[in-house]
């Protein structure tokens, strides 16, 4: 079912009126960031993205939200909407000033929120849109061969992300380079998606990732670079800021065959990682890292990491090491959660299913804990997986988080919102319904705070503005067929044994 429609009409005057000046403070202080000669800090870093462009040239008209009710992604209680004027890619006005100056244009469409609820477009801290929606490691690494059809297939998906009503994510780890690339092609109005933030490959050790011996022992396979000495660490961070990488990732954590311990284990040590992340910031890059272990998290925490997924299974020391860096946290448990609540109907196994049920109660005790010393927390949903596609789940977290940290509904919302936008390098630049943001908002059919559900559900979404500009949701969801080789083929579903052929 589609939500019920919001009044929108556009309204023209026939006198003309000056149109508004350049597009926010955001623009003098990116500026100001560039110019700098000294190694910034993690909030100059997660503040200061370097690009402002915000897709197709041409004049936006005004829109003037009114009406409904106003969750501005700050924290703060939601209020009766007092009027929201959007004019290019920045809030013009929030409050009584809104109609004011919107009567003053020549044009502006207006949108009747009433019954509905006005709040910042989502951002999802951790995506792999690049991936095509693989259903294991094998896909991943050995069926993607190529680089182009890869890069279409991403900004095929990327509408789906949008029109979910997320409005920006951050993909840490990608396919060849196609990352930067798509970013660029959305920035320029080339592909229609959200704003971007992206790394990378993953720098992963010749132990690996959670991939085993998948990884080879040197070179890129997939997402994974594989770095041996630290002096390929230094070469491989530079080589891909050179070429756009808005973040470097590290795969701290990984699987080895005869591990004395359940979970992921520590495959970096702490000099390595402070020699990647020293190399970064020196080159006014964050760096973002996988973690899913006590030592691991620590140790990051510790060497200057800038934003860390997943954190799970943290000690106290870990917590420790975290709080005093203030490093905000993506726990990333979408993933697990949906493996949990819904892995049977995908076809999961039970012992998968109870592992990822046993990672989400034994983190959110620690997580919580963290989040109340004042550790900055994003969303992130982990889509670009089959038990995550595109599109489907990026609003997920938000219940997980009310559900099982016992964060507020409006807490949780904040995550997703004003949080989320150090993930795009644009913290204080977006993620909230206040004047001089940047223009991401979205209209909610119903009230997230009585069910947060309603944010996972796309067909709730009545408005997205990205960018400025509304979004047409009335179009047919985007799909495609699978390309030749995408999906791993088999000869049988089990074993032909004697047993089976003569018992049918």
């Given at each position: ?135 294991s490691n094998d896909e ?170 997943h954190a799970t299974n ?13 490093v905000p946290l993506v ?174």
């Open positions: 079912p589609k939500p019920s429609p919001p009044m929108i009409r556009t309204v023209l005057r026939t006198s003309p009126r000056p149109s508004p000046g350049p597009t926010g403070p955001h623009r003098s202080a990116r500026r100001a960031a560039g110019s700098t000669r000294v190694v910034p800090t993690n909030k100059e870093l997660l503040r200061n993205a370097a690009s402002t462009l915000s897709g197709p040239p041409g004049n936006r008209v005004p829109i003037l939200i009114h009406g409904g009710t106003l969750i501005d992604g700050t924290g703060a209680d939601a209020i009766a909407n007092p009027g929201v004027l959007i004019h290019g890619d920045q809030i013009k006005a929030v409050g009584p000033a809104a109609e004011q100056q919107a009567s003053q244009l020549t044009q502006v469409t207006r949108v009747d929120a009433t019954g509905k609820t006005v709040m910042p477009g989502l951002i999802d801290a951790h995506c792999h849109v690049t991936f095509a929606e693989p259903a991943l690494f050995f069926h993607r061969p190529s680089e182009g059809l890869a890069a279409l297939v991403a900004g095929h998906g990327v509408q789906k992300v949008l029109r979910a009503g997320c409005t920006g994510f951050l993909d840490a780890d990608v396919l060849y380079n196609i990352g930067a690339d798509l970013r660029d092609a959305i920035e320029i109005g080339a592909v229609e998606g959200p704003r971007m933030s992206t790394g990378g490959n993953a720098l992963l050790t010749a132990v690996g990732g959670t991939a085993g011996r998948l990884i080879p022992e040197d070179g890129l396979r997939g997402y994974a670079q594989v770095v041996r000495t630290k002096d390929e660490i230094v070469q491989t961070v530079r080589r891909q800021i050179k070429h756009g990488a808005d973040w470097i990732k590290l795969h701290i954590t990984g699987l080895i065959p005869r591990q004395l311990k359940r979970g992921e284990i520590t495959v970096w040590t702490q000099e390595e990682i402070r020699l990647a992340c020293d190399t970064a910031h020196a080159l006014h890059t964050p760096v973002v890292a996988h973690v899913r272990s006590a030592e691991s998290t620590r140790d990051a925490a510790r060497a200057g990491v800038d934003l860390l997924l943290m000690d106290e020391e870990a917590i420790e090491a975290v709080m005093e860096a203030q726990p990333t448990l979408t993933f697990q959660a949906n493996l949990a609540d819904y892995g049977a109907a995908a076809g999961a196994s039970p012992e998968l299913i109870e592992i990822f049920r046993k990672e989400i109660e034994n983190s959110s005790v620690q997580l919580k804990k963290a989040y109340d010393e004042g550790v900055p927390m994003l969303c992130g949903s982990e889509t670009g997986f089959s038990i995550t596609p595109l599109g489907e789940w990026h609003g997920r977290e938000v219940e997980v988080l009310v559900k099982h940290l016992g964060l507020t509904p409006l807490q949780a919302i904040s995550c997703a919102t004003q949080q989320g936008a150090k993930a795009l390098r644009l913290d204080g630049q977006v993620g909230t319904v206040q004047e001089g943001m940047l223009a991401d908002v979205i209209v909610v059919d119903g009230d997230p705070l009585k069910d947060v559900r309603l944010l996972n559900d796309r067909t709730k979404m009545a408005v997205v503005v990205s960018k400025g500009r509304m979004v047409d949701l009335d179009r047919p969801w985007p799909t495609r067929q699978p390309f030749a080789g995408e999906h791993v083929g088999v000869w049988t579903s089990r074993k032909l044994t004697r047993e089976v052929a003569f018992s049918l």
